[in-house]
DNA sequence: TCAAAAGTGTTAGATTTACACCCATGA
DNA sequence: TCATGGGTGTAAATCTAACACTTTTGA
């Protein structure tokens, strides 16, 4: 209780890059700050960590006031304290990755929180060290994805082999050889064919897959 | 300046996970803390984020008090935020890894600091959630020397291939084949050989290389 | 009937792994 | 002379990358 005093407090925030993957591109969600100073420019979503929060419990929260959803796949960026990083106060902020399906996000919350999606490769400049947060989230991101089946909460429960292509490819920022990646995916026990067939992107039809947490749990083998 | 009084502050300090490789083991450096709460455990160094400097700064700053060397390599691990993890009051943690040269830490001031090495795979007990920190700045630390000449940050100037190879083991955690290894150092064309000659360690004596920084620059293709 | 997306195997090249012996020297 | 660590090459196996045509069906 003593040699605390003698040091000063700061504000803490946390600040979410929350992608989703749409029209086969890797989306942001971003919106225009309602409050001074910086009011107007285009923002990541964010929010002060509490007394009586932890970190990660203060970027839940802001997640699901923002999307209305509850255990969203989230992982923590890192730290950003640069003294003037905020033109108002000295602010810390944590940066949080979240992932999640785009066609989960109620049009009708994200439109009361003036949230709008932005294509990640066409991202404007945003508010304070923001670009550098997001461009450091897709960075993680894409490393973790490469031995970690996270992209999965960006796609529907059911989807199809090309879908999972393009997301991949959106994501690692290159394109993909067809036959190459199904005969990767095969050998994943994990993402299971089921018997239903996709007729909205293709006239022939496509099959959909899923994929089963429970069997990727059992025999993680996983290498994209 | 309005909407940050509604919000509390915290404290926020850093801690540094400093690495050392000796006896082919890689090592943290660790002291008995100095004060209450906690008196007596042992525990990482760390500071408090001063209002004047950046968390990169007030690192910085711990790790010069600590060895009184410059320009230390240093990578953020991460914020650690649960509520309760320091005993006394709320302190947000920014965890950062540190590569030092065992040799090049004078012995006297890190007695003076009672700080003490010890083999990373034989830590003791820390105060607070400093094991965590410790696992997870070895895992990126580990990650990050796959893709990144950085491990000549651990050893001294002119090393030898078996010294080279020790520290990977250590790092990895697992033992590499002798000759495979040497064939990936000889494509690097930033691992040079010198004339020089070590007889030290061995009676017929070995050749030392040296880190070529410059060279690494223009042509930096690592994979180890 | 044709445009559009689905689906499917093979081969060459590159990379990775496993493996064992001789050398030089100081004690 | 011998124990110790230094130094070297090859072959098999695995992995990766390149590549093109047929199928289905709605418009």
Same mark, same amino acid.
């Given at each position: 209780m003593t040699f605390y005093q003698e040091h000063s407090k700061v504000w803490v925030s946390v600040d979410c890059i929350i992608f989703g993957f749409d029209e086969n591109k890797l989306k942001v969600l971003i919106g225009k700050r309602q409050m001074d100073p910086g009011r107007g420019e285009w923002s990541l979503y964010g929010g002060f960590v509490g007394a009586e929060e932890s970190i990660d419990e203060a970027a839940e929260r802001t997640l699901s006031e923002l999307t209305?959803?509850?255990?969203?796949?989230?992982?923590?960026?890192?730290?950003?304290?640069n003294v003037d990083r905020d033109p108002? #106060?000295?602010?810390?902020?944590?940066?949080?990755?979240?992932?999640?399906?785009?066609?989960?996000?109620? #049009?009708k919350l994200r439109k009361e929180h003036h949230a709008e999606w932005v294509y990640v490769?066409?991202?404007?400049?945003?508010?304070?060290?923001?670009?550098?947060?997001?461009m450091k989230a897709w960075r993680m991101m894409k490393q973790k994805m490469r031995t970690e089946p996270i992209g999965f909460r960006l796609l529907?429960?059911?989807?199809?082999?090309?879908?999972?292509?393009?997301l991949y490819e959106a994501v690692g920022g290159e394109e993909i050889d067809k036959r190459?990646?199904?005969?990767?995916?095969?050998?994943?026990?994990?993402?299971?064919?089921? #018997?239903?067939?996709?007729?909205?992107t293709s006239k022939r039809g496509a099959s959909l897959y899923r994929f089963n947490k429970k069997a990727y749990k059992e025999d993680p083998n996983f290498k994209l």
């Open positions: 209305g959803m509850k255990k969203i796949f989230m992982r923590q960026v890192g730290a950003f304290g108002g #106060e000295r602010v810390i902020s944590i940066a949080y990755y979240a992932l999640i399906n785009v066609h989960d996000y109620s #049009e490769n066409e991202l404007p400049q945003l508010y304070s060290d923001h670009n550098e947060m997001v529907p429960q059911l989807f199809t082999l090309t879908q999972l292509q393009r190459n990646f199904r005969k990767r995916i095969k050998d994943m026990d994990f993402i299971e064919k089921t #018997e239903l067939i996709d007729k909205i």
